[in-house]
């Protein structure tokens, strides 16, 4: 499918999971499909050529230097798309504001995108020494910067704990307050070398993960709001979907995996949800190896009734 393979027009992109997200929305032309977080487009583009001529989609994303890229992408699909700027939380005002009043699927893919990752001015990876900002929509008003640098011990403990499953979030939250006493922490290097110091040396070595993940995992979520908006929208959209509409969610770790699978479980209790994925799907091995970044995600797929 042309969709599921990088093009060379744009940025490459390797969309996790194409050919089974695909298969998982039972598409067909005439369909309209909203694509909740449209990243670069690659997924929408494999969507696009199945729903076509007559299928709409509708892509949502918070990240404005996306939406430019997937624009740039999609153009051959033009007449077919809609793209909006906005917080899939906000996905009913996104509606209305398309005159939309039912859809035959949507897909989620979580988290922050490889683009994202890999702009080294965004400060979202500590593989770069960047400014702390780690937004996904660049016209929100509080950065990573803000948080590290002015909540209480206590506060940046709790992000850690509750949005990065840190094992010493303790011991960072403490470290990070003694060192800002000395002067803000402004970059993505300073708060990985903070992390560093922090973590024991046996701490350090006892994971198969980078020691900051965690930590730069957390701010980021706490940044977005990134567990809010989920359940907020996962809340919404079954009022949208048609009987049979498909809801298929890519999440990149434990806490949004949660959040899914009990919002599928909850509306299969109430008779709204059939879930089609009794557990979750997980990449291929080649997969994994042709695309690291996709090793850690899960596939959850329910049917509207």
């Not at 999971?17 to 990243?39: F, H």
Request: charged letters at 30%; a positive charge.
């Amino acid at each position: 499918m042309r969709g599921c393979v990088s093009e060379v027009a744009v940025i490459e992109h390797k969309p996790v999971m194409c050919k089974e997200v695909i298969e998982s929305l039972n598409l067909r032309p005439g369909l309209t499909i909203v694509d909740a977080t449209l990243g670069l487009g690659a997924h929408a583009s494999a969507i696009l050529e199945k729903i076509s001529p007559k299928g709409r989609l509708i892509g949502i994303d918070r990240d404005t230097d996306s939406l430019e890229i997937a624009k740039n992408r999609l153009k051959v699909y033009e007449d077919n798309v809609s793209l909006v700027h906005a917080d899939f939380r906000a996905i009913d005002k996104v509606f209305a504001q398309l005159n939309i009043k039912k859809i035959d699927g949507i897909l989620f893919d979580l988290g922050v995108s490889s683009y994202q990752l890999d702009s080294q001015d965004r400060g979202f990876s500590f593989r770069y020494d960047a400014p702390l900002d780690m937004r996904m929509d660049k016209t929100s008003y509080i950065l990573a910067y803000d948080l590290v640098n002015n909540l209480t011990e206590k506060e940046i403990s709790d992000i850690l704990w509750a949005f990065g499953e840190e094992r010493w979030h303790n011991r960072i939250a403490k470290y990070l307050i003694q060192k800002r006493a000395l002067s803000p922490v402004t970059t993505t290097g300073q708060l990985k070398e903070a992390v560093m110091k922090a973590i024991p040396h046996g701490g350090i070595h006892s994971t198969r993960i980078h020691p900051a993940t965690r930590t730069f995992q957390a701010f980021r979520i706490a940044v977005n709001r990134e567990l809010e908006a989920l359940e907020e929208s996962l809340a919404k959209v079954p009022e949208f979907l048609k009987k049979g509409a498909r809801v298929c969610v890519l999440s990149f770790h434990s806490l949004e995996d949660r959040i899914v699978k009990h919002n599928f479980k909850d509306n299969a209790l109430k008779g709204i949800f059939r879930i089609i994925t009794k557990k979750p799907l997980l990449p291929t091995r080649q997969e994994v190896i042709d695309n690291p970044r996709a090793r850690s995600v899960k596939m959850r797929v329910a049917c509207k009734l």
